[in-house]
């Protein structure tokens, strides 16, 4: 996933990938993952075991998708098999609202350069 993720972001906004920050989860420790890193020029930086308060801005933006997805699934009254539908459409919405981390505009208008559109806003599951 992450070599398709590293292709999209070159080839559809023109970044390149500096650094990559995981955890030692074995899928981030293989040998060939290591390599395709080194040969991209990748700098691959760990946290350290069981401090999770490294990793403390992934941890809350994580907890905040999980109550909020939970939070549309409840207030909709569907059944729990939409859960993926829920936590796609916050995220969704993450990514559309204007955040005072990017001066007041949103990830999406950052990204694209210009605003997202509105008009197809629902309320969740009608």
């Known amino acids: 996933m992450f070599v398709n993720f590293k292709l999209l972001v070159e080839k559809q906004f ?14 981030y420790c293989s ?12 700098f691959h930086c760990f946290s350290c075991p069981h401090t999770s308060q490294q990793n403390s801005l992934v941890e809350r933006k994580h907890h905040h998708i999980m109550e909020m997805g939970l939070t549309l699934l409840a207030q909709s009254g569907l059944p729990k098999v939409f859960w993926v539908d829920a936590f796609q459409t916050f995220i969704f919405i993450i990514n559309n609202l204007p955040t ?16 997202p559109d509105f008009s197809y806003f629902y309320i969740f599951g009608c």
């Open 100 to 115: 005072k981390v990017l001066d007041y505009s949103s990830p999406y208008e950052r990204l694209f350069q210009c605003s």
């Open 31 to 42: 040998t060939i993952f290591k390599q395709f890193l080194t040969t991209n020029g990748i």
């Open 14 to 27: 023109n970044y390149t990938i500096k650094q990559f920050q995981s955890d030692n989860g074995g899928e």
